[in-house]
């Protein structure tokens, strides 16, 4: 009398990150999203250090050499023919739209990355305490999210920038030549975290109130542990699940708040570009008589492919995080 085979998944032991990986990899849409996402920051990146710009020839007639040449010169500088940088077009200035749509690209992904990560620490620091500690300290701390909840996020990078630029700018001006633009950098990604990191709270809070009643704190507890280990090594793990769904899904937010700020003159300043300033340039430039469409065309794909292709991935992490799902 043959017997059955064995099952393979009663047979085969697999790890939470493993079957996590597997439902990832089943999802077509976030693997798609994940490539290109990689692509654009790879060509984004690659590009940033150099880019080849076209010189003029030795003589009037001779046709132009082509050199690499530093994109901070060349931002600033008028494109001397089309070539090799006149693949994207120039903007009204005879700037190369190329060289400014990869640093405008960088200069997009690194804010929005960094914003993100500022407010998935505020956002899951405030989560623990005020889900752990309870009672005043979490009436005390829930209630300055509800006040931040009901102001203007735009009033507070304003009032941040006010605040804070002409300090960064002091700071600044030891390690570059040009502190302001950099202060500005500095301070609208700082604003964007800084009020991005509310239903991280939210989210955190609510699960580690669930947690705290779970056995194996309990446990914890009655072998001495401190408040500090159990929050670190007890409860934090088992929260790295909805802090990285959060995070991919913090940083399309982040992303986009930037290039609205910079669209409406807030965010990133001249000379140096992002997607929303090149946006906004681009809107300026419609009219009437001629239509310069590549001009907006651009970075509107840009920054729509990368927050698409954000917003896929986080879905596939939630989907493949989950812990119901089989």
């Not at 690209?105 to 505020?122: D, H, M, R, T």
Request: charged content about 10%; some cysteine; glycine content about 10%.
């Amino acid at each position: 009398m043959s017997s059955a085979p064995p099952d393979p998944v009663l047979t085969t032991s697999r790890g939470p990150w493993s079957n996590a990986l597997r439902r990832f990899l089943k999802n077509r849409l976030a693997v798609y999203g994940l490539i290109v996402l990689s692509l654009l920051t790879l060509f984004c990146y690659g590009l940033v250090p150099y880019y080849v710009s076209p010189q003029p020839g030795a003589g009037s007639d001779a046709p132009p050499r082509y050199a690499y040449q530093t994109l901070s010169q060349h931002l600033q500088a008028p494109a001397l023919g089309r070539g090799v940088t006149g693949i994207l077009g120039t903007d009204k200035l005879g700037r190369d739209l190329a060289a400014r749509f990869v640093v405008g690209g960088a200069l997009s992904l690194a804010i929005g990355l960094a914003s993100a990560c500022i407010a998935v620490f505020i956002g899951t620091t405030v989560g623990l305490i005020s889900g752990y500690a309870g009672g005043r300290i979490d009436a005390l701390l829930m209630r300055l999210v509800d006040i931040l909840y009901g102001l203007p996020y735009i009033l507070l990078v304003i009032l941040m920038r006010v605040a804070l630029v002409p300090w960064a700018t002091l700071l600044l001006a030891h390690f570059t030549t040009a502190p302001a633009t950099w202060a500005n950098v500095l301070v609208l990604l700082v604003g964007i975290g800084a009020v991005s990191w509310l239903t991280m709270a939210r989210v955190i809070r609510g699960q580690v109130l669930s947690l705290r009643e779970q056995p194996f704190i309990e446990a914890a507890r009655a072998m001495g542990c401190s408040n500090r280990r159990i929050l670190l090594k007890h409860i934090l793990p088992n929260l790295v699940g909805p802090i990285l769904v959060y995070a991919t899904l913090t940083v399309p937010n982040a992303i986009l708040s930037e290039s609205f700020l910079s669209f409406l003159g807030l965010g990133i300043q001249q000379p140096l570009p992002s997607w929303g300033n090149l946006a906004a340039e681009g809107t300026d430039a419609i009219n009437p008589i001629r239509l310069y469409w590549w001009l907006i065309l651009w970075p509107c794909a840009g920054l729509s492919i990368a927050l698409l292709s954000l917003n896929f991935v986080g879905d596939g992490l939630r989907d493949a995080l989950d812990p119901k799902s089989r």
